[in-house]
T-cell receptor, first 112, second 112 residues
């Protein structure tokens, strides 16, 4: 079973920041938080991952709470092309072969 | 660097037939994982290959099998196809040390 809980759907106006929450209250100390997104019928696209510090790349920012029980993916200026299903996954990284366990994700709809 | 490629992109088969799907990982990646995505069950892990050996396996019947070649390319085979095998089959590659997995575009299999 997935170790994360996400809202099933969210809306965001184009140009505004999209803040996607994820709960992972049973996360272990060596588990990373990964975010992927899947645009309709395409393969999931890696976005970002982090352990405990906030992370930022060219696509998004990841904010992880101090107790690591939840996180937020931030798309700073959402565009229509960001409409997708966003998956939050916890996984031990580095020298571990655990498979990715996908939950149901959050369907983000960006509207004009 | 080229991404993960999958062939064919679309496939139509009839019940009872068998099918082989192919995946070429990112150059330098030694691990290939396969996933099945259906509307009812979501994204589910099938198996992972590393150095030509199956290293991890999901909960799927023996009709689903795979192999990996010395150049890390992988094939997945499904025998005696059933209607319920209609799905998007995704492969993902990584270095084999548990870091970020990158997905291909998928093969859409329709079983009639």
């Amino acid at each position: 079973d997935a170790k994360t809980t996400q809202p099933p759907s969210m809306d965001c106006a184009e140009g505004r920041a999209a803040n996607l929450p994820c709960n992972h209250s049973t996360i272990s100390g060596n588990e990373y938080v990964y975010w992927y997104r899947q645009i309709h019928s395409q393969g999931p696209q890696y976005i970002i991952h982090g352990l405990k510090n906030n992370e930022t790349n060219e696509m998004a920012s990841l904010i992880i709470t101090e107790d690591r029980k939840s996180s937020t993916l931030i798309l700073p200026h959402a565009t229509l092309r960001d409409t997708a299903v966003y998956y939050c996954i916890v996984r031990v990284a580095r020298y571990n072969t655990d498979k990715l366990i996908f939950g149901t994700g959050t369907r983000l709809q960006v509207f004009p | 660097k080229a991404g993960v490629t999958q062939t064919p992109r679309y496939l139509i088969k009839t019940r009872g037939q068998q099918v082989t799907l192919s995946c070429s990982p990112i150059s330098g990646h030694r691990s290939v994982s396969w996933y099945q995505q259906t509307p009812g069950q979501g994204l589910q892990f099938l198996f992972e290959y590393f150095s030509e050996t199956q290293r991890n396996k999901g909960n799927f019947p023996g009709r689903f099998s795979g192999r990996q070649f010395s150049n890390s390319r992988s094939e997945m085979n499904v025998s005696t196809l059933e209607l319920g095998d209609s799905a998007l089959y995704l492969c993902a590659s990584d270095s084999g040390e548990g870091d970020t997995q990158y997905f291909g575009p998928g093969t859409r299999l329709t079983v009639l």
